[in-house]
Every structure is written in structure tokens, then in C-alpha cells.
């Protein structure tokens, strides 16, 4: 944990998670465009908003505000587009939120310590990838979403206690979400060999309990002390909707260099395929060890 400290500041973890909220933020309406223009694919766009009432809840008051309101407009813009102008209307939109998923890649090959060699082609079609799968991996929170609101109205009868114990299932079911793209960040994102996912789930598990702490957190200290329509008037519910996303990039940031440096403490291979000696598998941190650097410097 101590090398964590280190490279957090080394790395600049804070400047970098503020440069992925801003792209973020700026790939943000894309993104929703993406995710109700895909939902179009399989049913009424019309009633997304719906559906991802239960996920929005999730997010701090006035984010969620604002977010809902561009989902308002987005699945009244997707209802007018019809076979394959819907189609083409999807590709845009996913096109341009891949500055958010740039961003990412080039925060974890910093941590990770890796020179991103792929290329502009080949690193543009990496993030593209990475936020089809993001939108993929939204579409199943939605249908999540849709079947808690569904077993909320079962369990109706319960009163207060099926709130409550539908509130911590959508928690639980958020978090479970949450992990495996991060994960799938971890692994794909960065320029180099393919970590093992056993190798990933630590910093995952962390970056996840911390994003989940943090967005309740910040929603209450939002909620209860920040004022921030006093402060920034109209664009207070913006500032709330970029801190989110700075905290929340700080989370997976911080996973990331937490996953880097546990395979920094180790001497065996994380990579995939053939165990490989030090120096052959395809990625800095796999190709170093703490303990045998230390060693190698005691002994001069």
C-alpha cells in the first residue's frame, strides 16, 4: 500500500481522474444516446427512462435530475429514427463517446506504466469496443432494472420492507454490474498482454466498494451540505454531475494502480497463456518484481 501512496501522487491519480470526469462528461450525452437508441433496437425507446428510473436513483439528487431530463429528450429524439437511420444514428453516438473510453486507456497505461503502441486505427476500434461493451453492459442494467421494479410491485404487500429490500438488491445488483466492467477495463484497456482476472479482481472489488461509497456519500453531503445551486446557480446540477464523475474515475483509477501494483509484489506470471520467465510477458509490471528489484539493488 505504501507504493500505492507513492504512485498516486507520482501519477498524478487526481489530475488524471479529473481529465477522464471532463471526457466523461463530455461523452456523456452520446453515451445515453447510445444506450436508449440500442434499447430502441429491442423495444419502445420511449419507455427507457422509465426503466432507468431505479438505476438513476442511484446517482446523486440533482445529477439524477439532469440526467433524466437528457434521457427525456434523447428517447423522444430516438422515437422519430426508424430501421436504418436509427442504425447510423447509434454508430454516431458511440463514435463520440469514445473520448470517455480514450481517456481510460491512456489513465491505465500511465498507471500500468505501458507506452501505448497500438496505433490511432487500432486504439480508436479499442475504444470503441470498450463503450459498445459499456453499452451492452447498460442494457442489461436496464432489463435489471426493469425486472426490480417488477418484483417491487410484487412485493408490495411488504410495504417499507420491500422498499428497503428492493433498494439494497438494485445496491447489490449495481455493484455486481459495476465490477465486471471494470474488470473488463483493466484487462483490455491498457497496451500490453492480457492480465489473468484473478489478477484483477482485487483492485475490481476495491474500486467497486469505493465507487459505491462514494456516490453515497457525495449524493448525501450533496443532498445536505453542498448548496451548490446557491454557488453556481443554473449549473449547479452540472458541477454535482462532474464531481460524480471525478470521484468516480478516481475510484477505478485507483483500483487500477492497486491491480499494477500487486502484480508488481509478485514474481510469478500474470499474464495469460504459458507461464513465461521475467522479461517475456508482455507487460511492465508483469516483467518487473518489487521484492527482486530490491534485492538487485541491496546487492550492488
Sequence with gaps: MGRVWTNSGRHNLGLMSAGVAFYAFLSFVPLLGALVMSYGLLADPAVVAQHMRTIIELVPKDAAKLIYEQLINLTTAAASKKGLGLIVALLVSI????????????????????????????????????????????????????????????????????????????????????????????????????????????????????WLAATLGFGIYAAKFGDYDATYGSLGAVVVLLMWLYVSAYAILLGGLINAETERQTARDTTTGPERPMGTRGAVMADMSAASNSKSASAH
Design 95 to 210: 463514435y463520440g463517446a469514445t473520448r470517455a473510453s480514450g481517456a481510460i486507456i491512456t489513465a491505465l497505461n500511465v498507471i500500468y506504466e505501458e507506452d501505448d503502441k497500438r496505433g490511432i486505427i487500432k486504439g480508436t476500434f479499442t475504444a470503441f469496443v470498450l463503450i459498445v461493451a459499456a453499452v451492452i453492459i447498460g442494457i442489461v442494467g436496464v432489463l435489471a432494472a426493469t425486472m426490480l421494479g417488477y418484483a417491487q410491485s410484487l412485493l408490495s404487500f411488504l410495504g417499507p420492507v420491500g422498499v428497503t429490500l428492493i433498494r439494497i438488491v438494485t445496491w447489490l445488483a449495481a455493484g455486481a454490474l459495476c465490477c465486471v466492467t471494470i474488470a473488463g477495463m483493466y484487462r483490455f484497456a491498457p497496451d500490453r498482454s492480457d492480465a489473468r482476472w484473478k489478477w484483477l479482481s482485487l483492485g475490481s472489488v476495491i474500486a467497486t466498494l469505493l
